[in-house]
């Protein structure tokens, strides 16, 4: 009878048009409501959404979500021509502004969980960088660092892969030296290296007038120019570098490369290295309904849900300490368990107009 009264229920929700169903909880108790929560989310985090695992905690929580994922710059377009969005989740604060603001929303978004950007190489690679000063290894802990003033001056020199010591003889190591990143005017990532070079190429301060924009402007542009056609999910390049194509150096979340370490795939000789003053990835997610809070809320306070973050490659803010001790078993490749003891530092991001002006600098256009 409680079968059958559960199958109307849920006949007349369907009828109805009702977001949500009626699932047993197992238990023998009262059924879960579960309600389907759609919203955008950054390509990043596609592959914890769709984890089986991350999955059935949300329904165990009584949420279903429908997400589709997209670059995270061109989730704001998106998100002001879809209706019926219950959330807008970018990997980065600026995006985040943009689609709060054409929300209409003022509260404070959530950011339940981070990722630090970092420098890519194999092996041999990285200890050409370090023996030229492009690169530095702490040799107690085994963390590497990526010096950016350095880089800078290379970026401005035109430096060549064959001018620098230990090159020779390695015939993928020719042209100028430069790192691969995504598409500033489509992807967080791609904009966010855009934002730290701008900081690092303004004397380590936050780019805030168009005086600054200017200064920058050169070096962003050849940064840009460098790489050709740039692709406009994370996913693309990061990809390339696991086959063993594309260029030697790749700029990307760390999230990517410490949820392989963390599910114990296969790393080859992937070495990790923090840019010394770096951008963070704060995923910041817009709730747009009630529905969305829940969702974001869940994802910022369950534990379970916390434990997973840490599975999929994240800093859960609200576990630090978990996220050190889960990365500390890792021997290949070393992930620093602590950003500060590591001495990397945090570039400050620019305003969401100072931004745009960055990006289309880099791009080249006119100004």
Do not use: C
């Not at 001056?153 to 390695?170: E, V």
Request: glycine content about 8%; aromatic content about 8%.
């Amino acid at each position: 009878m409680r079968r059958r009264a559960l199958g109307v229920i849920a006949a007349l929700a369907l009828l109805g048009g009702v977001t949500y169903a009626l699932v047993p909880n197992g238990g023998g108790a009262d059924p879960v409501r579960t309600v389907a929560v759609t919203g955008l989310i950054g390509s990043e985090k596609r592959a914890f959404f769709e984890s089986p695992e991350v999955k059935a905690e949300l329904a165990k929580q009584g949420v279903e979500v429908h997400a589709d994922s997209t670059g995270s710059w061109t989730m704001s377009e998106q998100a002001r021509s879809a209706s019926g969005l219950d959330f807008a989740f970018p990997a980065s604060t600026a995006p985040a502004r943009e689609i709060q603001r054409n929300w209409g929303l003022q509260d404070s978004p959530l950011v339940p969980f981070y990722s630090p950007l970092v420098v890519v190489a194999h092996a041999p690679v990285a200890q050409i960088l370090r023996d030229s000063n492009l690169a530095a290894l702490d040799d107690a802990s085994g963390v590497w660092t990526f010096r950016m003033d350095e880089y800078v001056n290379a970026l401005k020199k035109g430096s060549k892969w064959q001018d620098l010591p230990g090159a020779k003889g390695h015939a993928e190591l020719s042209g100028p030296i430069f790192v691969t990143t995504t598409d500033p005017e489509s992807s967080s990532s791609g904009a966010l290296y855009v934002a730290l070079l701008s900081y690092v190429l303004n004397g380590n301060l936050v780019v805030s007038d168009d005086q600054g924009v200017e200064v920058a402007r050169p070096v962003l542009y050849q940064a840009t120019a460098l790489q050709g056609g740039q692709k406009s999910s994370s996913d693309e390049p990061f990809r390339d570098f696991l086959a063993g194509v594309g260029n030697p150096l790749i700029f990307g979340y760390e999230s990517q490369v410490a949820a392989m370490a963390v599910q114990g795939q296969p790393t080859g000789d992937m070495v990790v290295m923090y840019p010394d003053t770096t951008a963070y990835s704060d995923h910041t997610i817009i709730a747009r309904t009630e529905n969305g809070r829940k969702l974001a809320g869940l994802l910022q306070n369950d534990p379970a849900l916390i434990a997973l973050e840490i599975r999929f490659g994240f800093r859960p803010q609200a576990g630090h300490d978990a996220f050190a001790d889960r990365v500390k078993g890792v021997k290949q490749p070393v992930l620093a368990q602590d950003l500060n003891a590591a001495k990397v530092k945090q570039a400050t991001v620019p305003s969401l107009d100072n931004l745009t002006k960055l990006t289309k600098a880099a791009k080249g256009s006119p100004k």
